[in-house]
RNA sequence: GGGCAGUUAGCUCAGCGGUAGAGCAUUGUCCUCACACGACAAGGGUCAUAGGUUCAAAUCCUAUACUGCCCACCA
């Protein structure tokens, strides 16, 4: 007998273990049918798993169990990603807290020391996933720098330098100071800061009035290598083709016309800065001017700067505007806002720098994306993250590949003086010295989906496995890797890595700010399985997954969760007391239900739970768990526990017979296939479940997994049998309310006698349903009027008499019943709207027609009966 | 500056052309023989605003106002 209440651990620790020993998740290709696979969006080896991969991989895993139930073989595949600047930094931290750094280390000790961390990292969340009751192919896991993909990556490099898409040049990049490295342009966030405007006077050279330029940056102007003005511009016209100085180094530069300048903004002149500045390295460009670097790659001021060199930005910019101000030089400061370019990994600001890097031409490889787009061939849901993913592609600027870091893969090529750069994997000799740089992290994570299968080997893992089924991440790195895989798959292998993208939303705290651990509203995954279950955690996460939408996350959700888990383990416990020990042979099996012979309940409750699990399977399908989640939830709870188990009760506590054994069949195979059906968001508890049922329910199959979904059957769905079963509940739901009001207590059996349409089908075929679920004494028709003493209760098609001497106060039963009135009024002339409304239009099918009618009769007879029975009273 | 979402009960969100829904929270009654992680009942919304289309609009269209996100070279 199972335990009153459940309890996840023990349950979950030993399915993990069975599953475990049965390899149940493992793929291997198959003859025949398509396969479906996911590979996960690696993890960085940065620390543990927070909420936000705990939703990703709920997500997947209940994907990749849905398409098992389906009959699908299935595969999902494992790993993680070194995860370059991230993993770094992390690292970075944890020396200086040791009072050392990677200089002092060295490359190989350094790296010696970020595997070994990599090792316990990844131990630890692919346990974390693994708890989580991810169906991952364990057998599989990959790493984004272990040996099959440095492989990859090494050919994929070549690939590219051999087709021409790779180059190494001098650009202006996007350099993080602090981490040191350049980064591509994704890499780089927007933030609104609060700055000033500098209005600076640049002296005439040999005298004169000169002009004054506007800067956000002062400290760039030791780089200018002119000054633009508008050549439309009447103020500065006589300037132009003159030189002016720059302040306190007095370094001469032209005056030049560009038509780029805005005469509206600022003093309509404009500092021109090629080194610093994107806008300033094209003018310079154009002008022939020279890119001379103000700031280094450490944050401080060059040569350049004269005084001021070896300063850091921030100290060489407060002493600057200071001695601008003290000088002269400072005409005007005034607010401005202006967005400053972070990096993405330690939000520092970014320096726009010179710098020698390597690139990876993009305008080529993003035209197979464009057309599979365009052809249907890959999909992203929901749908609206298409034209954000087009019009990416279609401005897409080069990408550079190279990061100045030390963990990563490092750049295959080789240079020896006098001789051509060499691309290979291993040295090429004496002499041969590779360059430093290693590659951005998401180059491998680009190749992810081929990587994992042996790309480029021609593996039969790939040849069975890709192009993969389903992709699913989050929209912050739709541009970062998922595009940049549909480039390189479509670029190697001519088909797109996987046909659908499956965009979700970030977890947020319970009022919506984005989780932190400087705000400290993080929420950690396990302890939530701790406290409540993981079935809970995922039932939770998955309810709220709406397709791309944020999830704003209360733990009450889960504590709410929590308690459907344990709904559903004792309505099977309240199953499992109402059956024999040992089951009939073959089990209960709906195929022994008698034809054309079951009560009103049974055909209802079957009814409801095949549309039910119609929409739940539909809803899975449409990468929708949310729509399942809340399908079974309200099935489940609502219809079978609420009505159905209370209905049949009285059947299973009765004599033997046929009805009794039609009850157990119904409950046993309408909890086994519910169950069923939630396995893909609950995997644990629906698993326990199923070792307890299986046997009484005529199945052997070993796992959930194993058996698949139970079949639909579409001649169960039956509209007549679900309205009367409405009435039937419309009536229960009416006395319950009517006793609730007038403070009948529970226990307390009351007569009841009734009238109306649906009457006579209540006290005859229906009777028992309403003496036990509305705890009747009696119940009678009417015999020539309504008793005395009586309290009333209108229900649909029926209108009740319940004798209450002495505890009915009329004049509380009037008002009472005046309420109902007022409600029932309101419905009538909604109705009559409507109606009227269909009856004057033209082209309205009949059949709307005749059931706005038959609405409008059934709001009008429940309001004639209580206008009666109000008048009776008075 | 461009684009995309959102604005529905106290909170978090479904619904997206035909009488306003769920979970949680609130109130009342009940430890009723599966479940107090429960049962039954109750209260609570002019569906952001203004126009329009339609027999009918929370639902479609057009503006407006906020909110959030993405993209973008205004110093």
């Known amino acids: 007998m199972l335990e009153k209440a459940y309890d996840p651990k023990p349950v979950e620790a030993a399915r993990l273990a069975s599953w475990d020993a049965a390899k149940l998740s493992h793929s291997e290709p198959r003859a025949g049918g398509r396969p479906y696979a996911i590979v996960i969006p690696p993890p960085n080896v940065t620390g543990a798993l927070h909420i936000g991969h705990a939703l990703n991989n709920a997500l997947q895993d209940a994907l990749i169990r849905h398409q098992r139930m389906m009959g699908r073989e299935s595969c999902w595949v494992p790993g993680t990603d070194h995860g370059g600047i991230a993993t770094q930094n992390v690292m970075e931290k944890l020396l200086k807290a040791e009072k050392t750094d990677r200089r002092a280390l060295g490359r190989d000790a350094f790296l010696e020391r970020m595997r070994s961390w990599t090792r316990d990292c990844k131990k630890t969340i692919l346990g974390q996933l693994h708890r989580l009751g991810c169906a991952l192919d364990w057998e599989r896991e990959a790493f984004t720098m272990d040996e099959p993909r440095a492989k990859a990556v090494y050919h994929a490099f070549k690939t590219l330098w051999e087709r021409g898409l790779i180059y190494r040049g001098e650009r202006l990049v996007n ?23 500098y209005h600076i006077h640049y002296p005439m050279e040999g005298g004169g009035e000169g002009l004054v330029v506007a800067t956000t940056r002062p400290i760039t102007m030791f780089g200018d290598a002119a000054v633009a003005v508008n050549p439309k511009d009447p103020r500065w016209k006589h300037m132009v083709g003159r030189n002016v100085l720059i302040p306190f180094i007095d370094r001469s530069i032209p005056v030049i016309a560009d038509a780029y300048v805005d005469f509206e903004f600022g003093t309509g002149a404009l500092k021109v800065t090629p080194a610093h500045d994107q806008n300033d390295w094209e003018i310079g460009e154009r002008h022939k001017l020279p890119a001379i670097k103000a700031v280094g790659p450490e944050g401080k001021l060059t040569e350049a700067a004269g005084p001021y060199a070896g300063l850091s930005r921030e100290k060489a910019h407060d002493q600057v505007v200071a001695d601008l101000e003290a000088r002269g030089f400072l005409r005007k400061k005034e607010d401005h806002k202006s967005a400053v370019q972070t990096c993405y990994r330690c939000l520092s600001v970014i320096e726009p720098l010179l710098s020698l890097q390597w690139f990876v031409k993009q305008t080529e490889l993003a035209k197979a994306p464009l057309k599979s787009l365009d052809a249907g061939e890959f999909k992203i849901y929901p749908r609206n993250w298409e034209k954000p993913y087009r019009d990416w592609l279609v401005n897409i600027k080069d990408w550079c590949v190279s990061r100045q870091i030390w963990w990563g893969h490092r750049i295959p090529v080789w240079y020896k003086d006098g001789e051509k750069p060499l691309v290979s994997q ?8 590779q360059d430093p740089d290693v590659l951005d992290t998401w180059f491998s994570s680009a190749l992810w989906p081929l990587a994992v299968f042996g790309w480029p080997e021609k593996t039969a893992d790939l040849a069975y496995y890709y192009p993969t089924s389903t992709l699913v991440t989050g929209y912050e790195i739709l541009y970062l890797w998922v595009a940049r895989m549909q480039m390189m798959g479509l670029a190697f292998e001519g088909k797109v890595p996987f046909a659908d993208a499956v965009i979700h939303g970030i977890v947020r705290d319970k009022s919506g700010k984005k989780m932190s651990k400087s705000l400290g509203n993080v929420i950690d995954p396990l302890l939530m399985m701790d406290k409540h279950g993981t079935d809970a955690l995922r039932f939770a996460l998955l309810a709220q997954a709406h397709p791309g939408k944020d999830i704003a996350f209360d733990e009450q959700s889960v504590v709410g969760a929590r ?21 009939p042979a073959g089990g209960y099996t709906l195929e022994k239900l008698p034809h054309g012979r079951l009560e009103t309940a049974d055909a209802w409750i079957l009814s409801r739970y095949q549309a039910t699990l119609a929409k739940a399977r539909a809803a899975l399908d449409a990468y929708d768990p949310a729509a399942a989640a809340e399908a079974l939830y309200a099935f489940l709870w609502d219809e079978f526990c609420a009505w159905y188990i209370e209905l049949a009760k009285g059947r299973l506590l009765g004599a033997d017979g046929e009805g009794k054994e039609n009850a157990r069949t119904i409950l046993v195979q309408v909890l086994t296939g519910s169950l069923k059906a939630l396995h893909p968001v609950m995997p644990f508890v629906t698993e326990e479940i199923y070792a307890a049922l299986k046997p009484h329910a005529g199945e052997a199959a070993e796992f959930v997994l194993k058996g698949g979904y139970h079949r639909l059957d579409r001649d169960r769905s039956d509209a007549e049998v679900e309205k009367q079963m409405s009435r039937v509940m419309s009536a229960v739901a009416a006395i319950r309310s009517l006793r609730s009001q007038l403070n009948v207590p529970p226990g307390l ?3 009841a006698v009734a009238e109306g349409p649906f009457a006579r089908d209540l006290i005859g075929k229906h009777r028992a349903y309403a003496m036990s679920l509305a705890q009747l004494e009696s119940i009678e028709p009417v015999n020539g009027g309504r008793p005395a003493q009586s309290a009333t209760a209108v229900a649909e098609g029926v209108t009740f008499f319940i004798p209450l001497a002495g505890v009915i106060d009329f004049e509380k039963e009037r008002e009472r019943l005046s309420k109902d009135l007022a409600k029932a009024e309101s419905d009538v002339a909604k109705c009559a709207v409507k109606l009227g409304n269909l009856s004057a239009a033209a082209g309205v099918p009949a059949e709307k027609v005749a059931q706005a009618q038959e609405q409008h009769g059934a709001a009008l007879a429940r309001r004639d009966r209580l206008k009666e029975t109000i008048a009776v009273l008075s």
Do not use: Q, Y
Not at 426 to 433: D, L, Q
Not at 571 to 576: C, D, Q, Y
């Open 175 to 197: 350099w993080c100071v602090r981490c040191g490295t350049a980064l591509s342009d994704i890499e780089v966030e927007r933030e609104e800061r609060k700055g000033a405007l």
């Open 563 to 583: 308690n459907f888990v344990n709904k559903l383990w004792n309505s099977t416990r309240f199953v499992l007391m109402n059956l024999p020990e040992a089951p």
């Open 426 to 433: 291993a040295s090429p000799g004496a002499g041969w010295t």
């Open 749 to 751: 059996k009351i007569k």
